[in-house]
Nanobody, 125 residues
Framework: QVQLVESGGGLVQAGGSLRLSCAAS????????MGWFRRQAPGKEREFVA?????????YYAGSVKGRFTISRDNAKNTVSLQMNSLKPEDTAVYFC?????????????????WGQGTQVTVSS
């Protein structure tokens, strides 16, 4: 089993920055990719935000956040971070950290095996 715990959410004004972190524990040795998703309203599907391949460091971003968000990882600490700059009100969402153990893609929530509980990000206009 793998446990994921997010931190760093909060309230920020438009144009501001936040940094989310996700700590992974448990059986993390077979991690293939870690990603961030968000859900902008209850009942909506989780939307892909960014992903990073654990061993090689390749990164992938949704078009809506490319150039504003940066995903990074610390292999030694088993953490993944999401630096969010130039935040917009439409970035308001619950952000989830996710881990995939096998190579099956990056963009769909169904490709991930473990999830954190989520952290709220609210961007005021």
């Amino acid at each position: 089993q793998v446990q994921l715990v997010e931190s760093g959410g909060g309230l920020v004004q438009a144009g501001g920055s936040l940094r989310l972190s996700c700590a992974a524990s448990g059986r993390t040795f077979s991690t293939y990719v870690m990603g961030w998703f968000r859900r902008q309203a209850p009942g909506k599907e989780r939307e892909f935000v960014a992903a990073i391949v654990w061993s090689g460091g390749s990164t992938y971003y949704a078009g809506s956040v490319k150039g504003r968000f940066t995903i990074s990882r610390d292999n030694a600490k088993n953490t993944v971070s999401l630096q969010m700059n130039s935040l917009k009100p439409e970035d308001t969402a619950v952000y989830f950290c996710a881990l995939a153990r096998y190579s099956s893609g990056y963009y769909s929530p169904t490709q991930y095996d473990y999830w954190g509980q989520g952290t709220q990000v609210t961007v005021s206009s």
